[in-house]
């Protein structure tokens, strides 16, 4: 209970901004980031703390998180909660290149000190304007916004920060990087589209929930008992191509010897009488042998040939 009160992201305990605080300060020697305001949540982000040196509880939470699987886990976030991430050693990014991006240098001290910039959102909109059509993208551009952040802000170089924040960005692999297309870009077309073709239809029809995108805040990405394989980091292919109408049919699994040692099952797909794409097969030997597997591969086979 204390490590989902701790990463309850909508309404975060008193007690838990305290642990931050020492999380992010009971660290080794040579920790990276250096600057303990850009440490914000070692769940989130590379570095870690000194186990050995936190509170009792505060250990507790590092052993239970570690015990259970607890990371960054789903198919696809909505940007909402791809926005909130820090940016600064974002725990998906490419450890070496943020690293490197975020050593000691002019453009990144000044979107850290002077542009304040702190989640993936900050870095987006900033290394946004360099796509302004009136910004020239050089030291010397003299553009509004160029203008308004070396007078009023300090910036020596506002397209160098630019370029720093655009290349922080592109450490990000594809599931957590914004800019690109997303799964919700097509999830709710895909849901009305498939409502608009079976409205008419008769008896009961129950439309398949495409949606794979995790909405709320990051909290709601986290999951336990995750396996040992590395996540993966790419996006699902959501962009389908409609048909003009429906396609009828039958599928089904059958088992022989079902439940016993020695079972056999097979999936088979009707199209019609005759159809070229009616078909049966046999499931593999390392497949459990079941009616449902032969249920569920029928299922797929259906997809795979429909028109």
């Not at 490419?94 to 702190?118: F, W």
């Amino acid at each position: 209970m204390w490590l989902k009160s701790y990463l309850n992201f909508a309404e975060r305990p008193l007690w838990a901004l305290l642990a931050d605080d020492l999380f992010a300060q009971t660290v080794p020697s040579k920790c990276v980031p250096a600057d303990a305001a850009l440490r914000v949540n070692t769940f989130l982000q590379h570095w870690r703390p000194s186990c050995n040196r936190l509170p009792y509880e505060l250990k507790g939470i590092l052993k239970v998180a570690k015990k259970y699987g607890l990371r960054l886990e789903g198919r696809a976030f909505s940007r909402k909660i791809l926005r909130s991430m820090p940016m600064w050693d974002h725990g998906e990014a490419d450890k070496a290149k943020i690293r490197r991006l975020g050593s000691q240098s002019r453009a990144t001290a000044c979107l850290k000190n002077v542009h304040m910039l702190t989640t993936v959102g900050d870095f987006e909109e900033f290394a946004a304007e360099r796509d302004d059509p009136s910004h020239d993208r050089n030291s010397r551009c003299e553009c509004d916004r160029c203008t308004s952040l070396r007078l009023e802000n300090g910036c020596v170089d506002p397209d160098a920060c630019y370029r720093r924040a655009e290349e922080f960005l592109n450490t990000l692999p594809q599931k957590w990087d914004p800019r690109g297309e997303h799964p919700e870009d097509h999830e709710s077309a895909l849901t009305t589209r498939a409502v608009e073709l079976y409205e008419h239809t008769e008896g009961r029809v129950e439309i398949f929930d495409r949606r794979v995108t995790t909405h709320g805040t990051v909290g709601d990405a986290f999951r336990l008992f995750t396996g040992p394989e590395d996540v993966c980091n790419k996006l699902p292919a959501m962009n389908t191509v409609l048909t003009r109408g429906l396609t009828s049919v039958a599928t089904d699994g059958s088992c022989l010897n079902n439940g016993e040692r020695n079972a056999q099952a097979g999936a088979g797909v009707y199209h019609g009488p005759n159809h070229p794409r009616n078909q049966s097969v046999r499931l593999p030997n390392g497949m459990e042998q079941s009616n449902q597997s032969g249920e569920i591969v029928a299922a797929i086979l259906a997809a795979q040939t429909a028109d």
